[in-house]
């Protein structure tokens, strides 16, 4: 095998992709990460994790940082290289073309997660870093003392509207629809919050300012009625957009665009592509679905590449 030929190459360094290259490390597999940035994904946008189990209370870029230790100690290989395609050729191996060449290997796990989804309101490219976010964690120090809108329904925009009630004066959280997909438990939290404000049945028509941010337009849903909203921040969570662009023939995968998979072995309807953590559809994306996924899409990866390399090696004899 080349330096560049593996058993096993792993898309992504989040949770997932770590835990795959723990169980790949324990397993003898020759395994690489290709990693586009800095190992840890998710944990590295998330502050405090408390559902994560043996761990109370752990800061994301304390948990991505053991991840990646624990996970490099059994010999699995990060490779800092963006994934740009995944191509199946004649004889069933994978190649995987990255901003820093090509690596080959008969089995890929996807686990590249996600990215968050746009409002595609006007405003909302131009404001983008002055402004506008998609990570409250990230950006939420720079907003101390301001009125600051939250947009979305779900979980993440629940979440880190609480977060932010710790920099600002005031949140305001806007929601499209008069329910929530998010956790009972954090809703009953915000609600409550002294800081926050919830409104319902509203859209964002567009974002404005003077160099950065300084209000909005809305509209409500059900009455078409304007309104404007004067807000130093906006922090935008209307979902996630898959990363499953990479593999250049189709895999299935459900209407958002999410992987559908076996879920024995998490292999998708292409042999030796498996998929793991936020890329694959299910009910909820969370740290302990991530890795739970990643240790079964791993051992069943081993499992399908012994058996590759067995019935190749048959065929090399026979012929
Ligand atoms: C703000 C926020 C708070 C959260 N809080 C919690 C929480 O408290 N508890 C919890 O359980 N879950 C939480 N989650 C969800 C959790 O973080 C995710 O479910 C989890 O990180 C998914 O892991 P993953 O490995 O599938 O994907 P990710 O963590 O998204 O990792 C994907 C990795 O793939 C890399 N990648 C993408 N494309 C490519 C490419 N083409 N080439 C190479 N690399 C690529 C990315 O750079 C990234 O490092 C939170 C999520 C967010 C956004």
């Known amino acids: 095998m080349s330096d560049r030929e593996f058993d096993l190459a792993i898309v992504g360094a989040g949770p997932a992709g770590l835990t795959a290259a723990l169980y790949a490390g324990r397993n003898l597999m020759k395994a690489v990460v290709l990693e586009a940035k800095g190992p840890g994904g998710q944990l590295l946008n998330t502050e405090l994790i408390e559902d994560y189990p043996g761990l109370k209370s752990v800061l994301g870029g304390d948990l991505a940082a053991v991840m990646v230790d624990q996970a490099t100690s059994f010999g699995t290989e990060i490779a800092t290289a963006s994934v740009e395609k995944i191509h199946v050729d004649e004889d069933g191996n994978k190649v995987i073309t990255t901003d820093d060449g090509e690596f080959r290997a008969p089995a890929v796990l996807i686990t590249a997660g996600g990215n968050p989804r746009k409002l595609d309101v006007p405003g909302e490219i131009e404001y983008a870093g002055r402004g506008v976010s998609y990570c409250a964690v990230c ?61 319902l049945n509203t859209v964002v028509d567009s974002i404005e300012g003077d160099g950065k941010v300084t209000h909005m337009m809305l509209s409500n849903a059900q009455t078409g009625e304007k309104s404007k909203l004067e807000v130093g921040g906006i922090f935008i969570f209307v979902g996630f957009i898959p990363n499953t662009q990479l593999v250049d023939t189709h895999v299935d995968h459900d209407a958002a665009g999410y992987y559908n998979v076996d879920p024995q072995t998490m292999m998708t309807n292409i042999p030796g592509i498996f998929a793991a953590g936020d890329v694959r559809a299910q009910l909820t994306r969370q740290i302990t679905t991530a890795v739970g996924d990643a240790t079964t899409a791993t051992i069943a990866a081993g499992k399908w590449v012994e058996e590759f390399r067995k019935q190749h090696s048959k065929l090399e004899a026979g012929a």
């Open 139 to 199: 950006d939420g120090a720079f907003f101390k003392d301001q009125h600051l809108a939250v947009i979305g329904g779900g979980d993440a925009a629940v979440e880190e509207a609480l977060f932010l009630t710790r920099y600002a004066s005031k949140v305001t959280l806007i929601h499209r629809r008069d329910e929530f997909r998010a956790q009972a438990v954090m809703l009953e939290e915000l609600r409550s919050h002294p800081k926050v404000e919830i409104i």
